[in-house]
């Protein structure tokens, strides 16, 4: 995994081709020699996808964090066991069974090629793309997890018409994620308002892409700065499984990373209002609720458990608990945050607080 591309070698990084367009020409075009991984809901939304079940080698799953264990994928790698080594690994639907399917691309016959269908938008904007997979463990999310580059990812948005208004909402937090840690041109212009889906999707496919050119395997600090609001954002969506979306806890996630941010000093306080002031837009109710919905996710939990998981966290390093802070509109880095400060903050994020 040394070099920034390595050629032949499946899953390696490489930029991977972006192609849009419709389910069938891509069903059309997929070859014969393939595995093909779905989220059996989106099979049973969308006839086309149920008939390429049908006609390929192929399983249906039911998607959510509940696929991505390693009981889950042992039945994947068994019912794929016939897929040769030059074939191609198809995963069919939102980040979960992306992050399933790319785990299970690395290892099969130890590396196959591998293509995305993203169903959701939050899979569009951003678990498409990036090589990253992973699987939950002990309670902890995406513990045990791989690099496996996908070759192609098809961007069919005639998926999108079955996503929830919250769905919807989960793939544009993640979008405003990558303006606003990467681009100051494009937080300039999101500060205010969403583009429209298509551009949407392709400005923030094109930011997480530059990135990822810079520093494919994350070694380099620069591409860390995605998981802006991922610290206390995957704790609470671990805590709170499966009532909060990955999306919803990022949400949160992003208003504790900018309290942080505050408190010391890395983030100005008129950058954290307007930030805070998007993401609570961005939200179900249409009164604000961001602190009311944050206490709600971390009271019910003891603040050990919350501290527990900090500590296996990917950021941390020797039990050091490390954040991505906002300095800027588009520019984000990696610091190390004083437990008594975040005991601190906590105590404030539990009663609904602005700490
Ligand atoms: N690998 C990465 O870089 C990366 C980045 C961001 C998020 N993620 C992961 O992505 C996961 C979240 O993914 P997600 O938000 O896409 O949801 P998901 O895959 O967990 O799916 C959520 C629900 O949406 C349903 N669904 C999927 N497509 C649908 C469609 N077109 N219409 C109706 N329902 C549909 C699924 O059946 C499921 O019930 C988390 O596990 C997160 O950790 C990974
Ligand atoms: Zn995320």
């Not at 972006?18 to 099979?43: E, H, K, N, Y």
């Not at 039945?75 to 785990?103: E, N, P, W, Y």
């Not at 551009?199 to 994350?218: F, H, M, T």
Request: positive net charge; hydrophobic residues 45%; glycine residues 10%.
């Amino acid at each position: 995994m040394a070099g920034a591309s390595t050629p032949g070698v499946a899953g390696a990084y490489t930029p991977g081709t972006d192609r849009f367009g419709p389910f069938s020409r891509f069903a059309g075009a997929l070859r014969a020699d393939c595995f093909v991984l779905a989220d059996a809901r989106v099979a049973a939304l969308h006839p086309p996808v149920a008939r390429l079940l049908r006609h390929r080698d192929s399983l249906a799953i039911r998607g959510g964090e509940g696929s991505k264990s390693l009981a889950v994928l042992e039945r994947v790698l068994t019912r794929a066991r016939a897929l040769s080594r030059d074939g191609t690994f198809v995963c069919i639907g939102g980040g979960s069974i992306g992050d399933l399917g790319t785990v299970a691309a690395h290892l099969l016959k130890r590396g196959v090629r591998l293509v995305h269908v993203p169903t959701t938008l939050l899979a569009a904007v951003d678990s498409s793309l990036g090589g990253k997979g992973a699987l939950n463990l002990a309670g902890a999310k995406n513990l045990a997890g791989v690099f496996h580059f996908a070759d192609e990812v098809w961007i069919c948005t005639d998926f999108f018409a079955t996503l929830s208004e919250a769905q919807h909402r989960d793939g544009r937090i993640e979008a405003f994620k990558m303006a606003v840690t990467l681009s100051p041109d494009r937080s300039g212009v999101w500060r205010h308002q969403d583009p429209p889906l298509s551009r949407l999707i392709r400005e923030a496919r094109a930011l997480k892409a530059a990135v990822c050119a810079r520093d494919p395997y994350e070694r380099l600090g620069q591409r860390e700065v995605l998981n802006f609001g991922h610290t206390l954002g995957h704790t609470l969506e671990a805590l709170n499984a499966p009532a909060i979306s990955h999306g919803a806890a990022v949400r949160l996630g992003i208003a504790c990373a900018l309290d942080v941010g505050r408190a010391l000093g890395a983030t100005p306080e008129d950058l954290a209002r307007d930030v805070e002031a998007r993401i609570e837009a961005l939200g179900a109710a249409k009164v604000p609720h961001l602190r009311r919905d944050l206490a709600r996710a971390l009271s019910p939990h003891p603040t050990e458990a919350m501290f527990e998981l900090f500590r296996v966290d990917k950021k941390a390093r020797a039990g050091e608990i490390r954040m991505v802070l906002l300095q800027s509109w588009g520019r984000a880095n990696v610091r190390p945050v004083p437990t008594t400060l975040l005991r601190r903050l906590t105590r404030a994020w539990r009663e609904g607080r602005r700490p």
